[in-house]
């Protein structure tokens, strides 16, 4: 499968644990941008990169949220000290830059909860 | 107000109904608007991509984009049980802004046999 992969599916952490996320992209593609779902609400924008450099971040993405993407391939997404209103599904995307905008290809998410 | 508004539902339709979904959005530089399905406990799938206004056509599925009234709609002919989901508008502005999508709150779908 050469979808966009994301690990792991599902984490449960207490109050207080930082967690950490992975995206893997569709190979070719050289956009990767992370989104947060809530219970009946639509992704909200967090970040995204343009291979390595990481170009827009949302007021969303408060300093307890730090995203990279090193060789501009795989991303992590860190929460410290997580909070209950962080519980949510994070999605990952990926595109390749293109004329005008371009096509976002979703992960299955990771879904979680902070107890 | 939130930029893209999009009614949550749920809709519930017999099989082979005509469904139209609708989104309304506040912010004119949009020019670039999807349509994502979403199946529970998934990620969003790309449905349909429509670059400024006009009409698209895949299959069952028609999208509509009226900039003057920003108002966007898509229609599903012929719907089925597998058509059963969570139906999400997301538009873009390009330009410098091209990497960020905004959507609405999703359309929960159910086609009943």
């Known amino acids: 499968d050469t979808g966009v992969s994301q690990n792991p599916r599902h984490k449960i952490t207490k109050r207080g644990q930082n967690v950490t996320f992975r995206c893997d992209p569709i190979?070719?593609?050289?956009?990767l941008y992370w989104y947060r779902q809530t219970l009946g609400q639509g992704p909200e924008f967090l970040t995204y990169?343009?291979?390595?450099?990481?170009?827009?971040k949302s007021r969303l993405l408060s300093d307890r949220f730090s995203a990279e993407r090193p060789k501009g391939s795989f991303s992590t997404l860190e929460i410290q000290r997580t909070e209950q209103g962080d519980s949510a599904m994070y999605l990952c995307?990926?595109?390749?830059?293109?004329?005008?905008?371009?096509?976002?290809?979703f992960g299955p998410g990771t879904r979680l909860t902070v107890l | 107000q939130k930029e893209v508004e999009q009614d949550p539902g749920p809709l519930s339709v017999p099989e082979g109904a005509i469904v139209s979904l609708n989104c309304t959005y506040s912010?004119?530089?949009?020019?670039?608007f999807m349509w994502y399905r979403q199946y529970s406990r998934k990620g969003p799938e790309l449905l349909m991509y429509?670059?400024?206004?006009g009409n698209k056509e895949d299959g069952r599925f028609t999208a509509q984009v009226d900039k003057s009234s920003k108002y966007i709609s898509l229609f599903i002919r012929d719907s089925q049980p597998s058509d059963s989901a969570t139906y999400l508008c997301?538009?873009?502005?390009?330009?410098?802004?091209?990497?960020?999508?905004?959507f609405g709150q999703g359309t929960i779908l159910t086609v009943h046999p």
């Open positions: 990169f343009q291979n390595e450099a990481q170009l827009e």
């Open positions: 912010n004119s530089a949009f020019q670039y």
């Open positions: 997301a538009m873009s502005a390009g330009g410098t802004s091209y990497g960020k999508l905004t």
């Open positions: 995307a990926s595109s390749q830059q293109g004329w005008g905008t371009d096509t976002q290809y």
């Open positions: 429509t670059y400024s206004s």
């Open positions: 190979s070719e593609h050289n956009r």
